[in-house]
T-cell receptor, first 114, second 113 residues
C-alpha cells in the first residue's frame, strides 16, 4: 500500500518555464513533508520541507505548497534550469512513527529542455 | 568535513551467498537508515536504528539484518542473497531533532545472479 504517491513518472519542461511536481499521500498522521533531489549515481539530497502547520514554504526558486484537506503537495521550480534535471522524491513523516523515519514516493524524473 | 560513506559501491554476487554492505558516518548522528531503490517503487525502508544497540524493521526487512555496535556504523547483511534483492541500496543518517532531513550516502549497487 503506497502511502505516498507520485503519479507522474516523468515530466519535461522548457528551460525558463515553471516545473510543477505533484505528490499525494493517504495517511492523515503525516505531519511533515520533504522533497529530495537525486542525480544519477549519487544519493538523494534534501531540497525543501514543509510542516503541516503551514501551507507554503519558499526557498529561492523552489516553493512547496501543502493542501492538507486534499492530502496533496506540490513543488514549484521557477525558473527551471538545466541543472534541475533529476529525479525528485516526495517524502513524509509523522510524529507517531518516530522522529526521522520517512516514507518516500516513487519519484518523478524531471527533464529540463534547453 | 563530516560525511557518510558506503562500501562497496558495486558488487556482484551469487544466489545464496551472504553479503554485507557497510555504512559509516562521521556526523555522530544517532539515527541511521537503510533504503533500497527500485524502479516503480521509489525508496523503501529496510531497517533503521535510533542509537547504539537499537535496530528496527522497516517495510521491506525480510532477508536483511542490521546491527549497531557503535554510533558511526550500520552494516546491512543479506543472509542468503536472492535475485529479488538486486537493487541500489542507500544508507542515510540524521540528527535527533525532528527535522526529517536525512543525509544519504552515494549508494551501493548490488547484483545477485
Amino acid at each position: 500500500d503506497q502511502q505516498v504517491k507520485q503519479n507522474s513518472p516523468s515530466l519535461s519542461v522548457q528551460e525558463g518555464r515553471i516545473s510543477i511536481l505533484n505528490c499525494d499521500y493517504t495517511n492523515s498522521m503525516f505531519d511533515y513533508f520533504l522533497w529530495y533531489k537525486k542525480y544519477p549515481a549519487e544519493g538523494p539530497t534534501f531540497l525543501i520541507s514543509i510542516s503541516s502547520i503551514k501551507d507554503k514554504n519558499e526557498d529561492g526558486r523552489f516553493t512547496v505548497f501543502l493542501n492538507k484537506s486534499a492530502k496533496h503537495l506540490s513543488l514549484h521550480i521557477v525558473p527551471s534550469q538545466p541543472g534541475d534535471s533529476a529525479v525528485y522524491f516526495c517524502a513524509a513523516s509523522g510524529s507517531n512513527f518516530g522522529n526521522e523515519k520517512l516514507t518516500f514516493g516513487t519519484g518523478t524524473r524531471l527533464t529540463i529542455i534547453p | 568535513d563530516a560525511e557518510i560513506t558506503q562500501s562497496p559501491r558495486h558488487k556482484i554476487t551469487e544466489t545464496g551467498r551472504q553479503v554485507t554492505l557497510a555504512c559509516h558516518q562521521t556526523w555522530n548522528h544517532n539515527n541511521m537508515f537503510w533504503y533500497r531503490q527500485d524502479l516503480g517503487h521509489g525508496l523503501r525502508l529496510i531497517h533503521y536504528s535510533y542509537g547504539v544497540h537499537d535496530t528496527n524493521k522497516g517495510e521491506v526487512s525480510d532477508g536483511y539484518s542490521v546491527s549497531r555496535s557503535n554510533t558511526e556504523d550500520l552494516p546491512l547483511t543479506l543472509e542468503s542473497a536472492a535475485s529479488s534483492q538486486t537493487s541500489v541500496y542507500f544508507c542515510a543518517s540524521s540528527r535527533l531533532a525532528r527535522t526529517g532531513e536525512l543525509f544519504f550516502g552515494e549508494g551501493s549497487r548490488l547484483t545477485v545472479l
